[in-house]
């Protein structure tokens, strides 16, 4: 039997509906593991609590720690994979975190849960057991951080979150899963092509991101600069474009040596260099806008962070 190592940190996953009240909170000890017997027919199962909160409580520090926490913990070779468990709404930030961060070959899945845990449907044991047993899957070792709910297998890179409370909000636009779960097993389809790793080791950096909009001045972009950002991701139009009133920010922004990296806020397709307008891609590629492709603002960002952290 294969040797689980689950860390903890909160969410949905983790919590409970107050019936009178009708809000859902943060439970003082964790439902899941008194589920953990029904897990234990799939693999050996180590507990770690990392944290107890809501996911838009985690920060990048959070993530560092749970990054040394694996480290620390696989280091003996006694676990065979890790499956953190972790609320939703920024699941794929530290998802995407590790995968930059981390360069074992070890199954690293995290799972979470739209449901808590005593409501009629609810998600949270379920997806822990598919992620135990991805992690468990001879298969899913050296294919990168991994994201298991709802039946599929989900790269770090690729998934996001596309519903607010559905149960099958985790998509990897444009690409799909990797992957699916089954009663019989786990099924891979796909696998990634390459990965990056970017070894951080503090997080030393402040990195803006904005959404582009139509008409939108370059007062933040002064802004960002004046505050001290070291670095500003754009999420521009289409195939990446802006609107000519950014360009005198951008201008400022590159002047103070702060990189610039542009994505597309459309979730599928990527930011190149197509037009030659005032504001368009190519223009903007000549002024030294760095084009990040395929990624989301929220990734785009975190790689610009610890790519700044790590030098
Ligand atoms: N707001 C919750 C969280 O991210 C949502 C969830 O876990 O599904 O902690």
Known sequence: MKNILLIHTGGTIAMKLNTDTGGVIVSAANPLTMEIDKIQQFARITEIEAFNIPSPHITAEHMLNLKDLIAEQTTSGEFDGVVITHGTDTLEETAYFLELATSTDLPIVLTGAMRSSNEIGSDGVYNLMSAVRVAANENAHGKGVLVVLNDEIHTATNVTKTHASNVSTFQSPQYGPIGIVTKSGIHFHHAPLSRIFLPVQAISKKVAMFKVYEGMASDLLHAASTMGYDGVVL?????????????????????????????????????????AYEGGGKMLKEMGVQFEHGLSGQKARLKLLLTLCSK
Do not use: M, W
């Open 235 to 275: 999420e521009g139009f289409g195939q990446g474009n802006v609107p000519p009133t950014l360009l005198p920010g951008i201008r400022h922004l590159l002047s103070e040596k702060v990189p610039v990296i542009l994505v597309s806020r459309c979730f599928n397709g990527i930011a190149q260099d197509v037009y």
